[in-house]
């Protein structure tokens, strides 16, 4: 353990009884929250803290799914300038709390009583060999579809519930000339249909065997190559401008009437109401037909990082705030996820948000509620990486589906 962080074991808990806005400087956060939505779900953070006065230092690194800002907080940290808090995703979190690098929020956590209210799937990411070391914000899931209503109900389509019901509607919405599937060429983007995909192909058992155990057998077996078959399909309803395209576009294209779905995270939803849409109305939001029951999910959670004494009640103070339940509410009602704690009400939460909550509480009973591999829930870095890699030659063309599975096992197998 370093230095930095043994003298933050101490004193970050020492400095959490005694905080308050007196006490607080700034705190700089690292985030990809860049998007119309994520903005205005940020804006919520940003508004609660100053209410304590803490100001807010922006360190904004854009790129979906956090790769970029992975990098970049990768490149500060070398250089001996940490940011105070950072979003950060499952495994991210463990590798850097293993390199002893995070602070430790056991006195916060414990005199709120964090082990009570944050479901074992959350814990397990934000807690390293026992200890709190990040707070979590939220929980999305990344089998949804967005689904423009206007166009659903001019060519009589109802929502679909299996792969076949999914192609038929996707080819009437093609036929009739619109683009059937809005989407970013990006390899995150990609690995966010093959959640769904993968998950729909061969249900909570194949997606646990194939995307959390890393088993060979099923990374490499037939129902992996119907699951490359299908993103194939998939790929035929894409317009000829997806390549490179940043997710939020490409919701801004279903928003706007120029094509029938996206499949995407929740996020999705929070630029549909930054639009003043509303859902049941103007979008729809379903599971990815076959996915019923189960939830692919990722949680945004913010680590403290060994920051100067002064730093540090801010950091407890907005780590107090992230896991306020009315904050929880707030913050997710604009972001699209839905709380990281169970007992947030969903009183203030649209169609989808109450959904979302249900399905995630249905799931989690059900043993159904399964880590994103596209978003770090599944597994380290080097394997979603190796994923992503296979996933994206496989849908620009580069390898069949056949080539695709024996690529995918042996980029899984290299990245262990
Ligand atoms: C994050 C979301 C974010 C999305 C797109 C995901 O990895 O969990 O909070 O909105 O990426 O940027």
Known sequence: MSRISKTLMG??????????????????VLHWWTSGGEAAA???????????GIGWTD???????????????????????????????????????????????????????????????????????????????????TNWVWANKKIFDELGIAQPTNWDELIAALDKIQAAGYTAVAHGGQAWQDATIFDSVVM??????????????????????????????RMAKLRSYVDDNFSGRDWNLASA??????????????????????????????????????????VTFNSDQFAMFGVADDQQASQVEMASSVMSPTFQSAFNVVKGSVPARTDVPDTDFDACGKQGMKDLAAASASGSLFGSMAHGHAAPAGVKNAVYDVVTAHFNGEYDSATAV???VAAVEGAQ
């Open 42 to 52: 940020l804006n919520v953070l940003k508004d609660d803290l100053a209410g304590k």
């Open 59 to 141: 360190m904004p690194v854009a790129g979906g799914g956090g790769e970029q800002a992975m990098t970049v907080l990768r490149a500060r940290v070398t250089a001996g300038n940490a940011p105070t808090a950072v979003q950060m995703l499952g495994f991210d979190i463990q590798d850097w709390a293993a390199e002893g690098a995070l602070a430790n929020l056991n006195d916060l956590a414990a005199k709120e009583g964090w082990d009570d209210v944050v479901p074992a799937a959350l814990q397990r990411f934000a807690k390293h060999d026992g200890n709190w070391i990040s707070a979590p914000v939220n929980v999305h899931s």
């Open 406 to 408: 024996e690529e995918l």
């Open 200 to 229: 729909g192909v061969g249900g909570p058992e194949f997606y646990k065997a194939a995307m959390v155990d890393l088993d060979p057998a099923a990374l490499g077996g037939e129902q992996m190559k119907t699951a490359f078959d």
């Open 253 to 294: 294209m279903v928003i706007e009437g120029q094509a029938g779905v996206q499949f995407m995270g929740d996020w999705a939803k929070g630029e549909f109401l930054k639009a003043g849409q509303v859902p049941g109305q103007d979008f729809l939001c379903f599971r990815f037909p076959g996915t019923q029951g189960a």
């Open 11 to 28: 004193s970050v808990a020492g400095l959490a009884m005694m905080s308050g806005a007196a006490l607080a400087d700034d705190v700089e």
